[in-house]
Structures are given as structure tokens and as C-alpha cells.
């Protein structure tokens, strides 16, 4: 343990509102704690620069899912381990559940939340593309109310958000439309398990005879921020699949990602690699 | 009599403590008023040391505080030469180089400390890689950046290439390797000049510890004792870097007059402590169009990082086996240890045959292909055969026969179906490649050449008035099941219970020096030693008329009570004696280079993602000829954890360096396999007894740190077998993003 612990405090208030008093009293100074996976991380290795933090695991108000006729709505402290329990979110929304089996090992997966993973902004975050082709939606709460925000535009850089210091993730909302939807993933990591991505990819598409309807495409680890790739998506809107589709797809993406060299690949194997799997959904697609 | 252990899967002797958390690990020791120490360590590679800032907001003066100027004896860590300082006095040769060391109650407030910490360094300017060592970019170490060089010469290699049909040349690169013991290193020390100086720690030979630090405090060698905690584990990293922690521990305990606790974390055991060292290796080989070897010239070089440590040692090794288990008419090897600005590479599993094994056998795979031979048959033509001779002009006395060796691990993998079978999988899949390769090489146990004559190794055994018998060695269990095996080769010496055996814990005030825990030798030479002794033993007790040639347990008891009744105390000991003919010379580097071998073949099995361009392995097969096997559980141990292990190695273990230091030193980013990532092993053993080993075993747990990375290389070559790929496939670690731009390039000028 390399942080100093007397300089740390953490706060463990009985209830949101409680919680949310804290942070609209002195905004900036206290942060959530959620399942602190991240966290217990920076503060091992004495990283962990804010020393002052709220707990809000276990409140009652960030927890369950509940399942609507036009949406589920998962509460932001609904662990990985619980989105895989989710009959429904199994069904409906497969891509989020298996990032969440692929996030970290299963004492990870027990502790770790959806809310602090969006919170967290990690651009190599495993569960973040599959919000991004779910069109998922974020309600913001804070003690002077709450307000619903598309989740992509969320992150607006690296590790910045339009999340005011005042305000929590309380729940993400996942839109009841892509039934019939094709779905597919694929995580590229360090290694088969407990790895962080050097690549995902989250995608779904709906497509009729042999020609694309839709589809909406997101990547992780290739840009400062998930990454959902419109302009790729546009290129492939419309078309037949087929080996020109396919190359006009692979090129638009090529141009969408920026993806870095860092310690655990380079940018251009997460460019080309992320574009081979693109290629390898269109052609599972054909 | 009872029925021979030998052979048997005895239960680990320690085990019960290890599984039930009552083994006592360092960290788990603790004693009144005990300080926490940590380490200062520099920020750069290079540079001149001008002076020390203690920050603001720290109470200073409740710190004990070390520097070079505290050493009592020399500040050296001593080991083959003494060029390594215990703390920087003046010249900083490498990032992580300890500068400081502090001490205090509270190891939290300690670590605010040493953040606190800022030196003043004249930044000199430092060299990283073997290229700009060897071409003295700077000078850094000697006068030539040279640690060591060897020059093995055997048969005439000048005038074989003028008849040579073919003339095959290879360059060949092998990465660091960090060790990964489960657990980090740490020392506790209590020091003072009336007791002397006391430590206890994870560590492998603790009679290195104990010589460095008789030099260390210039204290006679009674006034110092080195006790082994249960280890967590070594594979080589606590062969010498122990001796450094110990050292500093004690610096602390000194000065403060209280015991002193020293523990690494993760971060800091694998930014500072030793690593694999990274070689380059250039062959040129002579060879027929009948596929027969002729000559070959290797050139292997190693990065030593900024100190010698052992890399001399090293390099030896690297060098015996560099030119494999074949029948050359011809070889020059010449190779050496340059120095760079690393943290000193040391001891790891394989010292230096893993490096110049992968070189040979990724090569002989190139000249089998230019010759036009399968890469089995270029082998079958060239193995070494009983009285041929090595490159040291060893001649090969055992009957050892490589080419059915070689038969049962093809029969045994199903390598010629496998290799059909994946010729048309590959020709038919747009996704995936999968290929099928083997490696053939050997591993000598025991010490190099004279070595183990130095070592004069001795150990002990002792019986009580119960009939118990206690082994006395200082080679410590680290994981690999050494007290184990010793309890079995001593019960079935003595012909009594396993559960009468007890194993010292190595405390160099209790037990002799039965040599460093290293080196493939625990089993193989201490083992004989344990046996030796035990026999010694019961035959006092026969002699003295004590014991008939048949006895039970109650009998064997009363026997020894009675003999410590008339006698005193009942022991016996053995020292180590040479096998009769061995020769070796140390100038010329001739002659029998190790007592005997052990001999492989292994096969790996590999599917290529051509989306991700990541290699799976997907089988391997393990067949060792290994003397005898003395317990099948922990030798198939052994070989499983090293073929893991080999497969980071070849695989996915990249230490990512900046400036000389390592940047990926967590867990989280030094990329080891999991369970996930490691196929089914399976572990085969031929047995041909070898007379100076215990009951016939020689040494294996270095051996199959050896061969999975060729076997796997040339199994990606069978995989992908595209023009020109061999360029790509002589580094190891294989990242995925090298075998992008190997496929993505459609080869290279190969």
C-alpha cells in the first residue's frame, strides 16, 4: 500500500439525498465511491490524488432493475455480476451482459458497478461500446433535481464528462427497440481473461435482403472516449453487403478512429484490428 | 522392509501448513519495537549523485536514515566480481539503483517519506540496448562494456564453408522475463555489534546471503546468520537479489538499534529486482544437401544491465547449450555479457539456455526448409548418438537415443495427422491458421564444468532417540517440493516412514552448506548427498551391531537410542565428490561441461486468429528423459508450471522499457497467462537411470523453461507458412502486433 491512509476520508451516508446534500455543499471536494474497483487500484499504488470520497454503495435508490414495457432501467449501482443474473437484459441486451462477464474476474464482477464503469470513463472500458449501440440514456440526479442525457455525448474528452461535480449517475436506461436486431461483440485483450481491451467491439444491425437497414457500431481503446462510429455507420447505411460495401466500410473507419500507442499495444494494430473486425461482423452479416 | 518411496507421489511435506495458512511467510513474522524500511531509488539511468533534499512536512528526525557513507564493511555486494554497491555513493548506473534507505514505526507515514525524497542528479547520458554497448556508444562499465566473453571452438569451421551445398544464416532475439514469484521479496534484520546481524527472509541460498553480508559489515562469518522464511515461490529471482534486500535491512537494523522489516511490494519487485536477460544470437550454418550439419559459427550476446551480478554464469550456460543436441563436425561459439543501463538481469529458470535454444531451434527449422527436409528428418540426420561427442568435446556416454525420443513425442501428439489435417483446415478457413512444431534440446543439471567441485557441498543428517531423522541442507523449499523429496530419498535410504523424516529449516547456524538452491542441482546432487548421508547413518548403526539388515520402525528407534545412550549425539554427514572422469577446462571451455543431461522433445499445437492476429495454444506435449522420476506428481508439477511459464515467455511477457526502466511493472499490464490461456500439458517422462543421482534422477526444473518457445515459433511458422514470415518469427516475446505487420507485410525480405 503505497497512499498515506490518514490523509483519506470516506463518508458513508445513510441515504442518496443524504449523499447528494454532500455534494452540492461543497462541490468538487467529496466524489462518489461505488464499487471502487478503480479506485482501490489508484490508491494502492499511491496514485489516488482526491483524498475525500462519499460511499455509495448499497444505497437502496442506485440499485435493481426494473423492466418496463419500452425500457429497462438499471440502477447505477447494479453490479456486473448482476446485469448477467438479468433474464431480461440476457435476452434483450447480450452485448452488455457479456462485457460484463469479460470485465476483470469475478471478485471484480461482484464489486464492480455500471454507474462508476460510465463515471470512471476509461476509454478501454469493456461494457461502454454496448451502451453506445443500445442508445442507452442517463439520468443525472443531484440535490436540485435530475435530468435524462443521451449516453452518447456523454464523455466529452478524455475522463471528462458533462456530469456536473454536483450530480451522480442514478440510473441507465436501455430503449426496448432492436429486437430482431443481429447482435455481436468481441473484446481483444492482453489475454483471454482479466485483461483490459486493446480492442472491442460492440455492434447490432438489422439488415434485409443481403443490404444494411442499420446498424450502429461502437468501439473501445481506439479514441480518448468510446468511440461510436457514425460516419461509418452512414457509409454502410443502405448499402449491399459486399466486398465494395465491405472496403468503403473499412476505409470510413480507418479515418473515424484515433486510436494511441500505450503500454499495452499500438495505434496501428488497434486501427487495423479493429477494422478486421468490422469486416469480420459485415461478413458474418452477409 | 518397506516398500520403496521412490517413484511414489508422496504428499508435499509442508503442505498441510501452506494450505491451512499456518506456514510463516516474511511478512508474517513480526518483532517487538520493529521498524518498517523502505528504499530510495533513482529516478534516472545515468548520472552523478550531488545531493539529497528531505522535503517539507515530514518529521525527519524520527526516521533512521541510511546512506552509503553508513556501510560499516564494503559497500559491494559480494558474488563473482564486486562492482554492485549496496547504495550509490556517487555514480548512478541504473534506474530503480537504491541511494537511501529509511526506517520508521509506521510504514504509511514511511511512504509519504519517501515520496518527500528529491536528489540532485548530474544526468549523464546512458546506453540501453546490446547494439550500442557493443559499439561502446558510451562507455559504462570496464573498459569494454564487457562483463564476460567465452570462445568454445570444436572441429575445423573455417574450411567447412568452401564444401558446404548450403550456407544458412538466422538472427535471433529473445526478450527480458520477470520472474513472478506469488510472493515479493522481503527481509527482516536485527543488527547490532554484540549479537552480529540476524535476518529472516524469502529468498533461495541463504549462504549467498551469508557471505554478502560477512563483506557488508566486515563481521566474522559466526557473527552472521541467514534464516530462509517460507518462500513463495523463486524461479531464480532470489538467487542473488535477496543478498541486496538483506544487505539494506541489516544497514537499517544497525543504525536504528531495532529489527528492521524490508518488503517489496509488486510494483517495486518488478521495477528494480533482476529479470530474464535479453540475448541476440547470430548463426551461420554449413550444411549438406543430405541435410547433414557440417559447421555452424553462433554469436550470442546478453544484456547484463549496469552490474555483473551473475550474468557471467549466465552466459555460460547460454553458451554450452547454445549449439544444442546434434552432432556438429564444427561449431565456434563465441559470445559475451555487455553491460547497459538496465537494472542488472539475473538469475531466472533456464540461466541463459532458454535464449540460445530458442535461436538453435527456430534456425535448424530454417535449414531444414532450405535443404528441402521435413524439419524432424534435418534432426533424425543430425542427432547426437551415444559417443559423439558436444561442442565442449563432452562425450555422450549415456544411451540415449534422440531419434525414438523424438518418434514417441511425434506418435504422442499425432503430429503427421495433425500436420495433414491442418493443411487442409488452413487452405479451406478464412479466419483461422493452425500449426503444428517441436522443439528438440537438452539441459545439463547441476553446476557448469568445475562448479560444483567449488561448492564442495555438504549435507547432513540426524537422528533423535525417537527414531525421527532430521535432514540438514541449506537448499530451501521455494515451491518445487525440494523437502519433499529429500524426505523421500532419506526414508527409503533409511527404510523407514516418510513421516519420520524431518527437514531442517535452512538457518546457516543450524545446517551446512549444501549449496545454492539453483541450478537444476537440488534433487540431482543434494538429493545423492541426503542419501549418502542417510545410508551413512544406518550403516553406523549396523556396524555399531545395532540394527540387523532387516528392521521395523520400533526397532530402527530403539537402535538410535541406543546409540545416542553410548555415543552421543547420532549423526552423518556427506560432501560432495566429483563422478570419476570429469574433466573440464576452464580457459579453453572443453571438456565435460555438466555430469549429465537431461533430454526433450516438445510439441505445441497453435491456432492463429487472422482478425486479431493472436496465437493460441491449443495442445502440448512434453516428453523428457529425466533418469528417474522420484515423485510423478511434483515432476509433472515442475514441467506444467515451466511450460506455463515458457509460454509467457514466447507469447505474451513484454516488458515494456523507457529510459531503462521498466513501465509495465503491474500485474495488470506485465501480461503472465492464465488458466485461460494455457492448453491441456501433457507430461511424459523416460527414465534412464543416471549412476551419480538418487536412485538414477537428474535434474529437471529448469528444463522445461526451454523448449515451448521454439516449439511454439516454429508451430506459428507451420501455421501461417507465408514467404518470408521466418524474418518476424525470431523475436520472442511474439506480440500480436509483430504478427500483424509479418502478415501484413506479405513477408519481409527474408
Redesign the interface.
Known sequence: ??????EYELKTPANLAEALRLFSDEPGVWRPFAGGTDLM?LLE??KLTHTRFVSLWGLPELTGIESHDDQIIIGALTTYSQMQAHAALRAEFPLLCEAASWTGAVAIQNRGTLGGNIANASPAADSLPALLVYDAELELISANGSRVVPYNGFHTGYKTSVLRPDEVIKTIRLPRTTAGWRQHSRK?G???????S?VCLATIAHSENGVVQAIRLAFGSVAPTPLRATATEAVLKGQPINAVTIAAGRAALLNELKPIDD????A??RA??AA??L??FLEMLA | MKQSLIGQPAHRKEGRDKVTGQARYVDDLTFPDMLHGVTVRSPIARGQLRGVQFGEGIPWHEFTIVTAKDVPGANCVALILEDQPYLVSDTINHPEEPILLLAHADK??L??AR?AITFEIEPLPAIFSIEDSLNRKELIWGEDNTFKSFLIEKGDVNAAWAHADFIVEGEYETGAQEQLYIEPNGMIAIANREEGVTVWGSMQCPYYVHKALIKLFDLPPKKIRVVQAVTGGGFGGKEEYPSMIAGHAALLAWKAGKPVKLIY?R?EDMAATTKRHPSKTRIRTAVGKDGKLLATEIDFTIDGGAYATLSSVVLSRGTIHAAGPYNWPAVRVRSRAVATNHPPHGAFRGFGAPQSIFAMERHLNKVAQTVGLSPEELRRRNFLQPGETTSTGQVINEKIDLSSLLDRALKLSDYQTKKTRFAEFNASSS?ERKGIGFATFMHGAGFTGSGEVYLSSVVGVEATETGKVRVLTSNTEIGQGSFTIFSQIAADALGIDFSQIEIAQPDTANVPNSGPTVASRTTMIVGKLVESAALGLRQTLVAGGLLGERYSADEFAEACRQHIAQHGALKSFSKYEPPPGVHWDDEKYQGEAYGTYAWAVYVAEVTVD?????TRVDDFVALQEVGKVINPVLAAGQIEGGVAQAIGYAL?ENV?WREGRM??N?M??Y?M??S??VPPIRVYFEELPYAYGPSGAKGIGELPMDGPAPAILNAIEDAIGQPGIQTFLGQIPLM??TL?KAM?AGGGND
Open positions: 500500500m503505497r497512499a498515506y491512509l490518514p487500484v499504488a499511491g481483444v492482453t489475454r483471454k481473461a482479466q485483461a483490459i486493446k503500454v499495452r499495444s499500438t496501428e494494430y487495423q484490428v478486421n473486425l469486416v469480420e | 504509511y507515514l511512504e509519504e515520496r511490494d510494483a479466419t487472422l482478425t486479431t492476429y493472436e505474451y515494456v513501465v509495465n503491474q495488470t499490464n501480461i497467462p492464465t485461460a490461456d500480436p502486433e500483424m501484413t
